[in-house]
């Protein structure tokens, strides 16, 4: 999950509020079934379809409407409605974007949530983490909604750039039950909405911005989690050291080693040295972890030797380390914490709000070197 970096808008919030959604893990072409499939042409709002099943694939000009022609935006409604199979619910709009065909769901934020949350938490976790969760992913898509207000087609992707969803195929009874116990509920700091990060697993220290970024988010500081240093994923992989060499851009050199050259509180690596035939070289860790994928390098919070040619890594945690620990929000709701507790232990002198009640809510935003951010917040 990533920050934004555009300017603060003030808006009164009325509920319910919808949310664009790119799905941006599903190709074209595009075929919607439901019942009552219309299809609107966006620029004069007429007609274009309405059947059981429409068909929708790229054109250079827009999105071609199968059997009607191409048009610049359309827009489209159904009941029980359904995108190459998988359910959704909501409105569609599909039009070019960065030069492809998007479809974007424009969706009830309560229903969004509930469809984010079978993936970014197991629905059969415990109900307290789940509203846990619920209302961090509320307040950081409501935080992501704030901050594009008037900018581009969609809000959020669907992917974990943002965060996970997949619509209604695995919202269960317990997912339903967290996002209706907790609605409109979401983390304030100063009356502004947090960017509410979170990850898989910290290792038992999550991180702090200031530790990273030298600016103190007082909501962000980091800590002990006590709750998932025994149930943290630990990993081991192996890098070549000719993996590394694409990092050093003063030219072509061969690493012959690579070492941590600092770490931080919580443990994990700031940067690494790479030792080439050129030269000595500092790169900052979570360059390297996005160059190595933050799949096959799980996190920065890891111990380092090399032989062979080979950096051998052996490490602890899944994710940036920032904000929610999830497995430590598992651990603490079984335990018997509840979702308030659970929050304001990872999100430090945070105000939790019904948004409904607020009369002026805006995003809280503070700029850094996007790139740089971008790299460290890979999950």
């Not at 600016?215 to 590394?244: E, H």
Request: hydrophobic share 40%.
């Amino acid at each position: 999950m990533r920050p934004v970096f555009i300017s603060i808008f003030t808006v009164a919030v009325l509920f319910p509020i919808d949310i664009r959604v790119l799905i941006a893990d599903m190709p074209p072409p595009y075929t919607i079934t439901g019942a009552h499939v219309t299809v609107l042409n966006a620029a004069y709002s007429n007609v274009i379809a309405d059947a059981p099943s429409v068909t929708f694939s790229p054109n250079a000009k827009g999105v071609t409407v199968v059997d009607k022609g191409v048009f610049t935006r359309v827009v489209v409604t159904a009941s029980n409605a359904s995108v190459n199979g998988q359910p959704f619910n909501g409105t569609f709009v599909l039009c070019r974007d960065a030069d492809k065909l998007a479809i974007i769901n424009v969706v009830p934020m309560e229903d969004y949530i509930a469809g984010v949350l079978p993936y970014e938490m197991g629905p059969s976790w415990p109900l307290e983490a789940l509203k846990a969760q619920a209302v961090a992913a509320r307040s950081y898509s409501l935080h992501y909604l704030l901050a594009c207000t008037g900018k581009g087609n969609y809000d959020v992707e669907n992917t974990t750039r943002h965060q996970v969803y997949r619509g209604t195929r695995a919202v269960t009874a317990a997912v339903r039950a967290a996002v209706s116990a907790t609605a409109g509920e979401v983390m304030l700091f100063r009356n502004k909405v947090v960017p509410a990060y979170f990850h898989a697993s910290c290792g038992g220290y999550t991180e702090g911005m200031y530790r990273i970024f030298k600016i103190d988010i007082p909501y962000l500081r980091g800590g002990p989690c006590y709750y998932c240093t025994t149930n943290a994923k630990r990993w081991t992989l192996d890098i070549p050291l000719a993996s590394f060499s694409k990092l050093i851009t003063t030219g072509t050199h061969t690493v012959k080693s690579v070492f941590i050259t600092e770490t931080d509180a919580s443990g994990r690596a700031v940067s690494l040295t790479l030792v080439s035939d050129g030269g000595s070289f500092i790169v900052p860790a979570p360059l390297i972890r996005k160059t190595v994928g933050p799949k096959k390098l799980p996190s920065l919070n890891f111990t380092l030797a090399v032989s062979n040619g080979t950096a051998h890594l052996k490490g602890v945690g899944n994710g940036h380390g920032v904000g929610m620990c999830q497995v430590g929000a598992y651990g603490m709701a079984q335990h018997g914490f509840t979702y308030r507790t659970i929050l304001e232990n990872y999100y430090k002198l945070i105000e939790i709000r019904d948004v409904r009640s607020v009369k002026d809510i805006s995003p809280d935003i503070w700029n850094l070197k996007e790139s740089y951010l971008n790299a460290f917040f890979s999950r």
